[in-house]
């Protein structure tokens, strides 16, 4: 290769190689030196402690976004833990003392709504910044993602998703029911190449299965080698009356409404009423959040011919639009249905 300076910017690769000063390989190998030069700069400018400041300001930003969700805080105290447990763990490691491997395949036990989706998505972004997984992804699967309908497809399915999944986390909700085939349902074959991915991707995938407590319970009995591999478990409990108040107040305030005082001592009247919306199958925030927009919907309706609506109005979700939330959301006309009068 010609003897010419090194060359800040492509244009100035382009420009030689038109005038016919370089050839179309020296072309082509400056370009390569010259993204690799632009690769280590901002190493070799940075300071170590600038890097690792940067990096706990990212791990206490997502430990941030944990501490505002409400209730949970069992499940906060053991994210919590699971945090200084890596750190101090690659602390020790780079101190040349033993460090045990983190096995952090999880089981998340709860009702529908009670945040087990939320809090993964956020410790696979906690892990990433912990460098624990290289890209801290969720991948949410279940059943009918993972089961085929002949022999093999069931494997050709399970390794798609986990590929997929790999640097991050596979959630698969209500795991238990890839079991419930028996021994001759493909359900099995999903399990058992699931065992074997965990194995094959220790330290770039992260397995959380997730559903009711009991349900779970019984599907670990169901294997053996599947148990042993899940050094962690976390119960999602349901929400108080008033966790699911300042839920559903949290919920408006994201979208610019908010409760007027009559209609916040409605909202706990109705979840101190209403089995429906506080347990079970159409438990917590996500009949919370039915309920929300639902009465945003009726509060449309309240107000959609009053042009002189003022802005506090557009605002408001009353006593008035809850009732008629909970009304529509009954299938019964308001005087009919129990809890509120």
């Not at 420009?15 to 030196?33: F, S, V, Y």
């Not at 945003?296 to 609506?309: E, G, S, T």
Request: aromatic share 6%; hydrophobic share 40%; charged share 30%.
């Amino acid at each position: 290769m010609a003897r010419v300076r090194q060359p800040q910017r492509m244009e100035e690769i382009s420009n030689w190689l038109r005038q016919g000063r370089i050839t179309p390989a020296d072309a082509l190998q400056m370009a390569i030196e010259l993204r690799k030069r632009r690769t280590a700069a901002p190493r070799a400018q940075g300071k170590p402690a600038d890097t690792a400041q940067d990096q706990q300001r990212r791990i206490q930003a997502v430990i941030g976004e944990l501490e505002g969700l409400v209730g949970l805080g069992q499940v906060k105290q053991l994210v919590r833990e699971l945090q200084a447990y890596i750190a101090i763990q690659l602390r020790r490691a780079r101190a040349g003392l033993a460090s045990e491997p983190s096995t952090l395949h999880m089981i998340f036990t709860g009702n529908p709504g009670t945040g087990k989706t939320t809090v993964a998505r956020l410790l696979g972004r906690l892990l990433k910044e912990m460098g624990v997984l290289p890209k801290g992804h969720m991948v949410e699967v279940e059943r009918a993602d993972l089961v085929g309908e002949y022999i093999g497809h069931t494997a050709q399915r399970t390794r798609e998703i986990v590929r997929k999944a790999t640097g991050g986390i596979l959630f698969i909700d209500e795991a238990y029911s890839l079991a419930r085939g028996g021994e001759r349902d493909f359900g099995k074959e999903a399990i058992d190449y699931l065992v074997r991915a965990m194995e094959e991707h220790r330290g770039e995938l992260v397995l959380i299965l997730a559903g009711y407590p009991d349900e779970m319970a019984w599907f670990l009995r169901q294997n053996p080698g599947l148990r042993s591999r899940f050094a962690l478990t976390l119960h999602f409990p349901d929400y108080t009356a008033e966790e699911l108040v300042a839920i559903g107040e949290m919920m408006l305030r994201r979208r610019d409404y908010q409760l007027t005082p009559d209609g916040r001592a409605a909202l706990r009247q109705i979840l101190r009423g209403q089995a429906w919306l506080t347990a079970g199958e159409h438990g917590n925030a996500r009949a919370m959040r039915n309920l929300v927009e639902r009465a945003i919907r009726c509060q449309a309706l309240r107000l959609v011919d009053r042009p002189d609506a003022t802005r506090e109005e557009l605002m408001a979700i009353t006593r008035a639009d809850l009732e008629d939330a909970v009304a529509a959301l009954a299938g019964r006309p308001w005087p009919e249905y129990p809890g509120l009068r």
